[in-house]
């Protein structure tokens, strides 16, 4: 009779040990998922006309061939060329300036001016 | 007169029907508990920390340890863990409960360890007392082996991982050794290599790395301006090329070795995480 109790509040405890492990692997499970996925710049597929196509083709362009052999220079997120297209696309050609507005900002003497994007150490600016 | 009697009246009435209202509503201590657990029951953590702390203020020290609890635990689901990890601590000194005490440790290191601070997560597993029973001594072991693994001390990590197994569970022990006797899956591709190769033979390290596209770019890009570079001095001058193509080149040469070592980095984080994850499935399956 004592044997068999121990046994059952065994079973319990046991059950009691997996439910808890369980519970802190779902908690842990994705810790080292820190590694970056690939990126696609296919942006020219979705455009709507044809300075967004020809800004697009370009911006792919740059951004698979040019921009991927650099080292990462830009202070700002998202960087300078991917603030330009999203601006262009936003407005149009007017976008080109402000493109060349952020290319003239883009260094580190006003930190003031912006907030720090996530956990880098890179100044959030987006296209408004 | 008459307008004055009534308008002292009216002021009167005003007057008492604050207080009278004031009274009625005023909300006790466990009141305000009880809104913040139903908030805390519907997920809504950023109302419910307001009101526990409310009710922090105004407690007379009764549920203090609950309190610091329930902050802890709403901040830890926002994934606000700096925060959730200052009312651990402080749950922690005001609980008399042993194993309350155990499970409020091992969730302050488990915020640690969730902001990748692995040295303050082990500082915290040295309060545990020597003498555990099995339910904490397997969870801490668990624990131990999750944070000696960020800190890449992968022997370490494999004996605590082997600790959580018992005796009988000896396919699943086989298995995780097999798993950290590969030191492929822990040390490979090596940045450093990568990027010294990539000085050497711009796009290798990249190649090294699995990543052939980019390698064969990078080897292009370089080549294409020094060959650019060469034409010029031939046609030119030699200053003529290096005042036009020395630029570009050195851009693209130290930026491919640069890139090179952060591919690296970044294949040999994605094998690691799948080998963590193996070794977890090994556990879970075991488990079940």
């Known amino acids: 009779m004592k044997k068999n109790l121990l046994l059952f509040f065994l079973f ?25 996925e690939k990126v696609h710049y296919n942006n020219f597929k979705d455009s709507q006309n044809e300075i967004e196509q020809i800004t697009g083709v370009f911006f792919s362009f740059y951004k698979k061939i040019l921009s991927s052999q650099d080292a990462n220079h830009c202070v700002f997120y998202p960087s300078c060329s991917e603030y330009t297209f999203q601006s262009i696309k936003k407005n149009g050609v007017i976008g080109i300036i402000d493109g060349i507005d952020r290319l003239s900002r883009c260094n580190r003497l006003s930190p003031e001016n912006y907030k720090l994007y996530k956990n880098t150490n890179l100044f959030y600016d987006p296209v408004d | 007169m008459m307008k004055y009697i009534l308008k002292r009246l009216s002021l009167l009435l005003i007057v008492f029907k604050f207080i009278l209202f004031y009274n009625v509503s005023a909300q006790s201590i466990d009141e305000t ?41 709403s901040n830890f689901n926002i994934h606000n863990y700096d925060k959730a990890a200052y009312y651990y601590e402080l749950s922690y000194k005001t609980s008399y409960n042993d194993s309350l005490k155990n499970e409020l440790l091992l969730k302050k290191a488990s915020c640690y360890i969730l902001n990748e601070n692995y040295d303050l997560a082990l500082l915290e597993l040295i309060n545990f007392s020597d003498s555990l ?16 693994f960020g800190l890449e001390d992968f022997e370490v990590s494999k004996s605590y991982f082997l600790k959580i197994f018992n005796d009988k569970q000896l396919l699943e022990k086989q298995q995780i ?57 031939q046609y030119y001058s030699v200053f003529d090329a ?21 591919i690296a980095l970044n294949k040999r984080a994605k094998r690691r995480d799948k080998t963590y994850k193996k070794i977890l499935n090994i556990i879970k399956t075991s488990n079940n």
């Open chain 2, 133 to 148: 029973d099995i339910y904490f001594e397997n969870r801490k072991n668990f624990y131990y082996a999750v944070i000696y």
């Open chain 1, 12 to 36: 319990i405890f046991v059950n009691k040990i997996c439910a808890q492990t369980q519970n802190d692997i779902k908690l842990f499970e994705n810790i080292y998922s820190t590694y970056q």
């Open chain 2, 242 to 262: 290096i005042l036009s193509t020395a630029p570009w080149f050195f851009r693209y040469y130290v930026g491919g070795a640069q890139n090179s070592k952060k």
């Open chain 2, 33 to 73: 508990i009880k809104f913040a657990d139903n908030q805390y029951g519907e997920l809504n953590y950023k109302l419910a920390i307001k009101e526990y702390q409310r009710a922090l203020f105004f407690s007379n020290g009764d549920k203090i340890e609950y309190l610091y609890k329930q902050i802890a635990n």
């Open chain 2, 177 to 233: 050794e097999l798993i950290f006797d590969k030191k492929k899956n822990f040390n490979n591709p090596n940045p450093k290599f990568a990027k010294l190769i990539s000085f050497i033979v711009p796009g290798s390290g990249q190649l090294y790395s699995g990543n052939f596209k980019n390698g064969l770019n990078s080897l292009i890009l370089t080549s294409g301006i020094a060959v650019l570079g060469i034409y010029i001095a």
